[in-house]
């Protein structure tokens, strides 16, 4: 078990989760590493869901582990979501970079993604439920989304004090 880890989570408030992750052109040993690293992360943080912007690299790389709810392991790599249902569901969401942030969002119920696996195949599949709900989420830290952007004004303004004690675990 890897207990040592080059990288470490960034929180909100640093300006790499409101950048846009770059592609990744070829999926070399630095890439393979960078996703090993990242499932130890977010197994250690008991996360279900991962960016690489959040250990603090800019590229468009994802894990995401929802076994515990009979769903799939996997990394993806320069993930796009190319189709939305119009049903939409509510569920709470939490973030790594969020620490004791949960809130409910709204999201299509189900979405076709492309993306390509880490065995470099180019890979095209639906998703529902949760599985449609943690790539969603992932894949909006490859484009400086974060939840809470979904929130109504009222609702991120009652998480303004618990937001400010975020922005500064990044200087710890
Ligand atoms: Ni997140």
Redesign the pocket.
Known sequence: MITDTQHSLVYYGNNILRTTAQEVVQISQMVQDLVDEMFAIMHREQGI???AV?IGVPLQVIVIDIRSNKGPMMALINPKVTAFSEEKDAYE??????PGVMADVIRPVSIQVEGIAINEKPVKFEASGLLARVLQ??ID?CNGK??IDYLEDYKRKELNSQLKKIKKLNRE
């Open positions: 869901g991962l960016a959040q969401e939490g973030c790594l970079s969020l989420h992932e830290h974060l939840f």
